[in-house]
Every structure is written in structure tokens, then in C-alpha cells.
């Protein structure tokens, strides 16, 4: 029988995103599900990416799952560029 007093850590690689799911489409996915809950969807994906606790996205259409394939700093890479574009600064 196993020792039960022990803490056992189960190591689950996550799934990379295929290359016809960018960033940007788990972004607006996210994006919608969250509206569509009647959710704030710029205050809960801001407060997923500071603290990285993942009940800030809804599991609704799989939204949560969907973001937590993404590393939250390509999260905030991909929404820079898209305010530099939409910005006018310069073209990314």
C-alpha cells in the first residue's frame, strides 16, 4: 500500500496551442464567453493575468482552458502590439 503521510505531485504538460489557435483567437474567445456570462471581461482577464489564479475566467464555451494553454506574459505581449497598432505608434 501506498504511503498516504506523503504529498504526491502529479505533473500534467500542457497542450500547446495549434498553430490555427493564436493568441489573439484565445483572446477573443475568452473575450466573448466572458461577456456573454454578463461578465466584465477587461476586469477578469486583468486580474487572471496579475495573480494567475484562473477562476477569474469562466469555464463557459472553455474559455478557461483555452487561456491556460497561453503563458500570461504572451497574453500581455499580444495585447500591447494590438494597442501600438490600433494606437497608431507604429506598425508591429
Known sequence: MDDLTRTQFIQIEPEVLTEAT????VLASVYAALTEKGYNPVNQIVGYIM???PTYITSHKNARAMIMKVERDELVEEMLKSYIVNAGWKNV
Open 51 to 53: 495573480s494567475g489564479d
Open 22 to 25: 493564436s493568441v489573439a483567437d
